[in-house]
T-cell receptor, first 112, second 113 residues
């Protein structure tokens, strides 16, 4: 499947590290999303970009910083994370904000 | 904002039986209700959706019903097969939140052969 790709697929980082997650969509969509999926809260919407502008920020801690340089790429910059941030981070895209979403395979993040 | 509740959280059925998963939502302006299936280790994928101008939609063994008055919608899977085993998520859009989807907590369906 090549519709929505994410890298890396797995990431282990210490609490003092800085890393970035990358998402790329090849579907010509205008909206992109970051979700956090953990056992406690299965699918939490973190950020939404529509036409490269952030339209949603669900009270996410500032240690998560999104970036959308163009409509095909979405990044999630991570710094000074906590162990409770360990989760699967899913990227998704849709033709327009709120429409049918196509998910990427996710990045399994472990914070040690 | 929108609040979506999903029940049950786990469901175990015998192969060939039917499975029903129910969701309720709070925002009466919601008009789009998708269902996603997530197999173990894989990404969520849309399996069926319904819009508020219809009450029921069917696709082979899968059907979704919507009751706008009561603000609930349900996923029905008939003649279940082991490959139906997965986590299923319902969602509803929220008109006052840029039309974003709010997901239910998920239902882990196990189909026993």
């Amino acid at each position: 499947e090549t519709g929505v790709t994410q890298t890396p697929r797995h990431l282990v980082m210490g609490m003092t590290n800085k890393k970035s997650l990358k998402c790329e969509q090849h579907l010509g969509h205008n909206a992109m999303y970051w979700y956090k999926q953990s056992a406690k809260k299965p699918l939490e919407l973190m950020f939404v970009y529509s036409l490269e502008e952030r339209v949603e920020n669900n009270s996410v801690p500032s240690r998560f910083s999104p970036e959308c340089p163009n409509s095909s790429h979405l990044f999630l910059h991570l710094h000074t994370l906590q162990p409770e941030d360990s989760a699967l981070y899913l990227c998704a895209s849709s033709q327009e904000a709120g429409g049918e979403q196509y998910f990427g395979p996710g990045t399994r993040l472990t914070v040690t | 904002g929108e609040n979506v509740e999903q029940h049950p959280s786990t469901l175990s059925v015998q192969e060939g039986d039917s499975a029903v998963i129910k969701c309720t939502y709070s925002d009466s302006a919601s008009n789009y209700f998708p269902w996603y299936k997530q197999e173990l280790g894989k990404r969520p994928q849309l399996i069926i959706d319904i819009r508020s101008n219809v009450g029921e939609k069917k696709d082979q063994r899968i059907a979704v019903t919507l009751n706008k008055t009561a603000k609930h919608f349900s996923l029905h899977i008939t003649e279940t097969q082991p490959e139906d085993s997965a986590v299923y998520f319902c969602a509803a859009n929220a008109d006052n939140a840029g039309n974003m989807l709010t997901f239910g907590g998920g239902t882990r369906l196990m189909v026993k052969p």
